[in-house]
């Protein structure tokens, strides 16, 4: 299967809201309600911060929110803070217990 | 509390065997599913397989990336709380981090530290 597509970059000035894509096909994102999102800092392993689309794990801030329309998934941080930078990926179910990663996106504050 | 800890042998020889192992402290492996997932230098993760052992039948059952399914294969050893991977003919292309990770809802909730293997003669 073929990687979802992330934008390569993102930036915001703090307070303010970015929103970030994440495309697939009918065979993974757009068939089922299973993409989760990840913040990786430098260094860092990745964190979970969205499953099934939009529930957010507990101890993640509310400023995280998820959604998808079609086959597109969307990640909004609202309220820009600094430690907000970093680099985020989505992960979509693509049936048959494989799973998809995005190429990442950075997000810069 | 549940942690995972990667081990193995940081550096790999080209068309050699890469092999880790991945260690469950503070909870069952056989309780949660596992995948592996790797990230070469300034790049994207990329999910390699995971592995879900059975208690009732005391087996495992495995799901692998289609693209690494002929050289991947993902184990457990459930009277160590471990379970492993192994990748045949690597190449310096596989030069990364690679992680073990819990699934949960369809996502990973859970990941170890990281260990980086290098693929270099």
């Known amino acids: 299967q073929s990687a979802l597509t992330q934008p390569p970059s993102a930036s915001g000035s703090r307070g303010q809201s970015v929103t970030i894509s994440c495309t697939g096909t009918s065979d993974d994102v757009g068939g089922y309600n299973f993409v989760s999102w990840y913040q990786q800092h430098p260094g860092k392993a990745p964190k979970l911060i969205i499953y099934?689309?939009?529930k957010r794990p507990s101890g993640v801030p509310d400023r995280f929110s998820g959604s998808k329309s079609g086959n597109t998934a969307s990640l909004t941080v609202s309220g820009l803070q600094a430690e907000d930078e970093a680099d985020y990926y989505c992960?979509?179910?693509?049936?048959?217990?494989?799973?998809?990663f995005g190429g990442g996106t950075k997000l810069t504050v | 509390q549940v942690q995972l800890q990667e081990s193995g042998r940081g550096l790999v020889k080209p068309s050699e065997t890469l092999s880790l192992t991945c260690t469950v402290s503070?909870?069952?492996?056989?309780?949660?599913?596992l995948s592996w997932i790797r990230q070469p230098p300034g790049k994207g993760l990329e999910w390699m397989g995971y592995v879900h052992h059975s208690v009732i039948s005391n087996s495992a059952s495995t799901n692998y990336n289609p693209s690494l399914k002929t050289r991947v294969t993902i184990s457990v050893d459930a009277s160590n709380n471990q379970f492993s991977l192994r990748v045949t003919s690597v190449t310096a292309a596989e030069t990364a981090v690679y992680y073990c990770?819990?699934?949960?809802?369809?996502?990973?909730?859970?990941w170890g530290q990281g260990i980086l293997v290098i693929v270099s003669s």
């Open positions: 990770a819990r699934n949960w809802n369809y996502g990973f909730d859970l």
């Open positions: 503070g909870g069952s492996i056989t309780n949660y599913d």
């Open positions: 992960n979509s179910y693509a049936g048959g217990n494989i799973r998809v």
């Open positions: 099934e689309v939009s």
